[in-house]
């Protein structure tokens, strides 16, 4: 398990949604996701790999979550200096 479990059967508490940042929260899954993207494009692993892409799905579904509540334009640079970080 990188970040993700395979059964998590806690619920979400949405009371939180006007303490949490959305952007913070996307930003941090879409990090999430390139580093689970490098790892199934580069382990030599097999299982590390099946792994990532399992978590992979999972962190998607997260995205796709948050997308719906973020700030677009924040996010946007968060992104591209996210990029940039994992392009060295």
């Known amino acids: 398990m990188f970040f993700y479990k395979d059964k998590d059967t ?4 949405h009371r939180l949604l006007k303490i949490l940042n959305p952007t ?6 879409y990090e999430n996701m390139l580093y689970l993207r490098f ?9 590390e790999r099946h792994q ?5 799905r999972i962190c998607q579904r997260k995205l796709d979550y948050w ?4 700030n677009h334009d ?3 640079k968060g992104m591209q200096a996210l990029k940039q970080k994992w392009r060295k």
């Not at 806690?10 to 508490?13: A, I, Q, S, V």
């Not at 913070?24 to 899954?29: G, I, R, V």
């Open 74 to 76: 924040e996010a946007l």
């Open 67 to 70: 997308a719906r509540l973020y």
């Open 24 to 29: 913070a929260c996307y930003l941090k899954h």
């Open 52 to 56: 990532a892409e399992k978590e992979m």
């Open 39 to 47: 790892i199934a494009e580069n382990s030599d692993d097999r299982l």
């Open 10 to 13: 806690t619920p979400f508490d």
